[in-house]
């Protein structure tokens, strides 16, 4: 019988690098377009571009089945407690992507109707810049996140989130406390971060 090597036979890995392997290479994105960016990005899932190479074709609109929230357009302050809903909602462990300069800074749109960048409610994993960004470079997006994934620690992850959990319980309790709307307590919380010279709510 021929001999073998062990090493022939057998894999030794980190539980960490396994485990991020198949986490970014199986990303199920969720598409938030609100504005011309989500253009782009319909070029970006087709043919040729075909952003199914990253194992990343599987879309969903439902926040339950998908890791990879890509923000796309302007998002006004009316809409940052639905981001934030949507995001609390979505599956773990899940990343975010904000392609564009509306939705990382506000873009050109320096006004008291716009948030002045997705940051500000939610965590952001990966910027991408441009106004619109190319379908190549959304693609790259994807990539850093990828190398992202690849170095990260599973209990890293758990700290991101916490902090994001702690806000929305916060969020909650204020709005019981003054009867206020969603979109009035996350404007008392962004402001409130202002005075503290905070730039986010989390
Ligand atoms: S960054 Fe430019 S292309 Fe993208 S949503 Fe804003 S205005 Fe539209």
Redesign the pocket.
Known sequence: MAEMNINDAVLTTRLDAVVNWGRKNSLWPLPFG????AI?FMSMQASKYDMSRFGAEAMRFSPRQSDMLMI???VTNKLAPVLRTIYAQMAEPKWVIS?????SSG??YRTYATLQGVDRVIPVDVYVP????RPESMLYGVMKLQEKIEKESLSMRKDHIARFYESLARQDALQAEKGLTSQQTIREMLMDAADRGAGTIF
């Open positions: 609100t504005a011309c960016c782009e796309l357009g302007t392609l564009g300069v509306c939705a873009g050109m441009g106004c619109p960004p």
